[in-house]
């Protein structure tokens, strides 16, 4: 399965976006999807999770209540729904897949080259 990354941005403070992540195929039931965010210099960063079967999510505490995972299974797509964005937001966002809940990188795999948000003051 290969991922694919869409709908970063030039944003203004307060503004929403919605990011995509396509999969080549479809994921396994048991497969989580998970949304990760990068700056230079730093490790990627948790974002946001969703088991593919079932649909259970996963929030870091940073986003909890601006963001919203979910998943379109008949289109094989992941979204991150993205409101009240704020500069600290600013990031490379990419998505992979683990075979199952983590907030950690390393257990994910199939990264997409990432879309990058930008979020002005």
């Known amino acids: 399965v290969q991922l694919s990354e869409s709908g970063g941005g030039l944003v203004q403070i307060g503004d929403s976006l919605r990011l995509s992540c396509v999969a080549s195929?479809?994921?396994?039931?048991?497969?989580?999807l998970g949304w990760f965010r990068q700056v230079p210099g730093e490790e990627r960063q948790f974002v946001a999770a969703?088991?593919?079967?079932?649909?259970?999510?996963y929030y870091a505490d940073s986003v909890k209540g601006r963001f919203t995972i979910s998943r379109v299974s008949a289109e094989n797509t992941v979204y991150l729904q993205m409101t009240s964005l704020r500069p600290e937001d600013t990031a490379l966002y990419s998505c992979?897949?683990?075979?199952?809940?983590?907030?950690?990188?390393?257990?994910?795999?199939?990264w997409g080259q990432g879309t990058q948000v930008t979020v002005s003051s």
């Open positions: 195929g479809r994921p396994y039931s048991s497969h989580v």
């Open positions: 992979g897949l683990a075979n199952g809940y983590d907030t950690s990188p390393r257990t994910y795999r199939n």
């Open positions: 969703i088991r593919w079967g079932g649909g259970r999510t």
